[in-house]
């Protein structure tokens, strides 16, 4: 029996499912051995299946009820990273949690036998509650209650932050809701903790869920940033409007709110697009906050905070976009600032620009003189018919031309007006210089999409080789296994005839001696007058003649009718060598004679005959058929060498194609880990252009907004009235 180490295949849900009807076979643990499975409508163990592993429900002797996770494939220094967990959680004391979210768990190396190996399980503490979307589904209406869950959600996370821990996975199945309204935590294979800093991470948690920028060598404390707000959001929109989790939540869909495509693509998103309308402002705000956060590295992701949002969600009518970029000020509470470079742009203030005209100079009031005259003296002329209306058109028209070119120009000579176009040319001049860097960002985007979607398509071609391998190796061992039974099965059946030819073999030795010892007191019975009644020297001379000297020169005697008028019968002598053998002299009596003699001579040499073998040749029967057993025994016994010489070729063979592949894929994810470090230099020297853009934009809008309250009808009104 061998124990599961390096790249031994794992076995299937289904293989466990097996393993698992006898409990007292399969398991060392104390607590496990001869615990019961839950079963399903079959009576088979019930496995709730994942992509990694299975877990299965045992209840043992003493009443405490166990999860069981057993393991589907191979995961590098598993069981250090357990360990390392281990340690870290058991220190936290339970006092300073927010709530009970911790689980208690035991990684067990050899924890369970599987077709003849040993291989490792997580035994977990069973948990009494429902994931998160369960409990969403039966509470959602309860706005209280899921205000309640949200703040208890935002204390969890405060709980793993102080600790620096990231579970990896946070996502509806991984968070459970007990029945006091607190959670509880499960699926700790991809959890970070201090002691593993400069490992890669073993998975990138729940695509719903999950930054598209995340990457295998993200592993650290920051983790669950953008999990936490995709997460807090979806509670607090429910909170606020119960009806967003029908609208937006699909029956026994894979997120909350929001999923992936939401993340890659805010833009075209109509679920982020509802909540960004939303009518409540912290819907809105938390909303903006995730499309802003969509494509930060993880680093740069603020983290949620416990505190909760002071204000009320205040309803106002209409929907209404909050300023894109901007963070609204209840969130400052809830982000808590990190050390990354890099951190997230908000647009700044509009700056001391002008706002309104503030002092008339002399121009403004001649023109303020001049506007009057402009409209009225053309009307003049016309009411006192002095010249045509035509005349009059032409006159209007120039009159106003020439007011719009001098208030144009008069405007134009404003210290105010100076300078809103030159900040808004300055402004326009930093937006084309953003606009590279902004292509350059994109294009930096597309090349790690291109490149995340090109390891995603090799590891995936690397997860089909492995089991290729996995498979090929499970044929060829399944294929010696089969082998090896049948030629077993043919040699047990040689091996249970040969008992009878044993005894068969004996009865026809005895019975072969038997004949010799009466062949051979036939032969000393010789033909004699006096023995036989009628017949007489010469007729015993005749016999002699013959060959027919002893009862063992005939075995019997054949009677012949000769037919015709005296139906004459002939005794013919049936001779040991098969003649018959007409005799002058001896008829149907004689014959019978002769016969009886025989008869008498064979039963007396019968009854003397030995009834068992001499013990030297039951020694050699009994030898042979020893021989002839021990040759089978040792051919069974070479069956399951050889069995074992294929199995173990097979093995041999699967663990140097894994470690093949393994060392690819090393090479490979050495080569990745340089390419997003380069990503990663790159993006540090780009910085934020989205950002730095949106910022122009909104400076550039704010500058806008100063110069439509310096227009010309504004100007006009100013001229005329000073105000």
């Known amino acids: 029996m061998s124990t599961a180490q390096g790249p031994l295949p794992f076995p299937s849900g289904r293989e466990y499912q097996e393993a698992l009807q006898n409990t007292t076979v399969c398991f060392l643990d104390r607590d496990l051995r001869g615990a019961l499975p839950q079963t399903n409508k079959l009576g088979l163990p019930r496995p709730i299946s994942g992509q990694f592993a299975s877990v299965f429900s045992l209840t043992n002797a003493l009443g405490r009820r166990y ?24 220190v936290i004391a339970p006092h300073s949690l927010s709530q009970p979210w911790r689980i208690g768990f035991e990684y067990v190396p050899d924890g369970i036998l599987v077709n003849g190996s040993r291989f490792p399980v997580l035994k977990m503490d069973w948990v009494e509650a429902v994931t998160l979307s369960n409990w969403l589904d039966h509470h959602y209406t309860d706005s209280a209650a899921v205000r309640a ?13 102080t600790h620096d821990i990231a579970h990896g996975d946070l996502q509806h199945g991984n968070l459970l809701v007990a029945r006091d ?78 999923a992936e495509d939401d993340f890659k693509n805010p833009a075209g998103s109509v679920r982020l697009s509802t909540l960004l309308s939303h009518t409540d402002s912290t819907v809105r705000d938390l909303a903006e906050q ?103 058109a032409v006159s209007y028209g120039g009159t106003l031309g020439v007011t719009a070119l001098t208030t144009r120009r008069t405007r134009g000579t404003r210290q105010e007006t100076r300078a809103v176009r030159a900040h808004l040319s300055q402004l326009r001049e930093k937006r084309r210089a953003t606009l590279g860097p902004v292509r350059t960002a994109d294009q930096l985007r597309r090349e790690q999409q291109e490149f995340d979607a090109s390891e995603a398509d090799r590891k995936s071609q690397l997860t089909a080789a492995q089991t290729k391998l996995e498979r090929t190796h499970q044929k060829a061992v399944k294929t010696a296994e089969k082998k090896k039974v049948q030629d077993q099965q043919a040699i047990d059946r ?69 037919g015709g008028r005296y139906n004459n019968v002939t005794g013919l002598i049936n001779a040991a060598d098969g003649r018959r053998l007409d005799i002058k002299g001896i008829g149907e009596n004689r014959a019978r004679t002769l016969e009886a003699w025989r008869i008498r001579q064979h039963a007396r040499a019968s009854s003397r005959a030995p ?92 500058a806008r907004r100063s110069a439509r309250a310096l227009s010309s009808l504004r100007y006009l009104r100013f001229a005329l009235t000073g105000r």
């Open 494 to 562: 040689e091996i249970t005839s040969l008992a009878g030819q044993r005894r068969t073999g004996l009865d026809r030795a005895l019975a072969n001696h038997r004949k010799e010892f009466i062949d051979g007191e036939l032969r000393k019975a010789r033909l004699h007058e006096k023995e036989l009644t009628g017949i007489g020297r010469s007729l015993v001379q005749a016999l002699a003649a013959q060959g027919v000297r002893t009862a063992a020169d005939f075995t019997g005697i054949t009677l012949v009718s000769a």
């Open 290 to 392: 995730i499309k802003v956060l969509a494509w930060q590295p993880l680093p740069h992701v603020p983290r949620l905070s416990v505190t909760a949002a002071t204000t009320t969600a205040a309803h106002i009518p209409g929907p209404r976009t909050a300023a894109a970029g901007r963070r609204p000020d209840w969130l400052d509470s809830h982000v808590t600032a990190t050390t990354a470079p890099g951190p997230v742009t908000f647009a700044p203030s509009p700056g001391s620009l002008p706002r309104r005209y503030t002092y008339r100079r002399m121009a403004d009031v001649l023109l303020g003189l001049l506007l009057p005259l402009a409209v009225l003296a053309p009307a003049a002329l016309a009411l006192v018919e002095l010249v045509s209306p035509l005349v009059t």
């Open 181 to 258: 309204g607190t959670f509880r935590l499960v699926d700790y294979d991809g959890m970070f903790v201090p002691a593993l800093l400069g490992r890669h991470s073993t998975e990138r948690g729940h695509r719903n869920y999950q930054s598209p920028a995340r990457g295998d060598d993200d592993f650290d404390g920051t983790l669950d940033h953008f999990s936490n707000w995709v997460i807090y959001l979806a509670l607090r929109a429910v909170a606020a409007d119960p009806s967003l989790w029908t609208r937006l939540h699909e029956p026994d869909g894979e997120y909350l709110l929001l």
């Open 611 to 702: 009834s068992s073998l001499p013990t030297a040749r039951r020694q050699s029967i009994e030898a042979d058929f020893t021989r002839r057993q021990s040759d089978l025994s040792r051919r069974r016994l070479e069956t399951e060498t050889t069995a074992r010489t294929a199995s173990e070729h097979a093995d041999k063979k699967l663990r140097s194609e894994l470690a093949r592949l393994t060392g690819e894929d090393q090479l490979a994810a050495r080569h990745a880990s340089q390419q997003r470090q380069q990503f990663a230099q790159r993006a540090r020297q780009l910085g934020d252009p989205h950002a730095r853009l949106a910022a122009v934009e909104a400076e550039i809008a704010a």
């Open 149 to 161: 869950l949200a703040e208890r959600f935002a204390e969890l996370t405060t709980d793993l932050g």
């Open 67 to 90: 999860a069981l996770k057993c393991f589907t494939s191979h995961v590098r220094d598993q069981q250090d990273r357990y360990e390392a967990i281990s340690d870290k959680l058991s």
